[in-house]
């Protein structure tokens, strides 16, 4: 089964989750980016508790979505995970075997009104390796938060993804290298139009001036 709600993983069960998703796709090359909470343990060691990983596969196919699923349940089921893939065809969550229990990794597979494809080009391309894993740059992770803050304005619960925002900010601060200010504004004018102004005026208020 997968987790529930109130399964919390430390920093080490989530490297262990991704990484032994990562090290499975090599052979089919394919290569995961991180995403979220667990990118941002990547990018600044943050320790971090989550419930779940979330991670993109790249580059992908059709084909290579089979490919992926069948690899993926051959080597989980052994241990009694499993794997479920969604409904609408974007995603699919890996229960990831653990010592003792599972992890869900969700691997987002995409779609134009998640993340265009032009930006997760971008993502890819200015992103560094650590290991096998993918990790886009505090510049890309910030903007994702900022998107992610937009288009869950109108649910409860989503000024967390302005205080991942501050995170992001101290972390760049605590490396001594700060967040770019003109690289932010571009990744943001890669986005919709109708959310440039709140999301400029969101990254403004947590960036230092």
Avoid at 16 to 35: H, R, S
Wanted: overall charge negative; charged content about 25%.
């Amino acid at each position: 089964m997968l987790a529930d709600d109130l399964s919390i993983f430390s920093s080490d069960e989530q490297r262990m989750a991704v990484e032994g998703v990562a090290k499975a796709l090599l052979p089919l090359d394919i290569n995961v980016m991180v995403l979220g909470r667990v990118a941002m343990l990547y990018l600044f060691d943050m320790g971090r508790a989550s419930k779940d990983v979330d991670i993109h596969p790249f580059p992908m196919g059709s084909r290579d979505i089979v490919q992926m699923q069948e690899r993926l349940v051959a080597i989980v089921k052994e241990k009694g995970g499993h794997l479920r893939l969604e409904p609408d065809g974007r995603s699919m969550t890996v229960a990831y075997p653990l010592a003792d229990r599972f992890i869900p990794v969700e691997i987002v597979l995409g779609g134009e009104d998640w993340i265009s494809s032009e930006v997760l080009e971008d993502a890819i391309g200015t992103g560094t390796y650590v290991g096998h894993v993918l990790v886009p740059s505090p510049e890309h992770l910030l903007v994702m938060k900022a998107e992610a803050y937009y288009d869950r304005m109108a649910e409860r619960g989503h000024e967390r993804f302005k205080d991942d925002m501050v995170q992001i900010v101290e972390g760049t601060e605590r490396n001594r290298k700060g967040l770019d200010p003109l690289e932010v504004q571009r990744l943001v004018l890669m986005r919709p139009p109708r959310k440039h102004s709140i999301m400029m005026d969101l990254c403004a208020s947590v960036i230092p001036a």
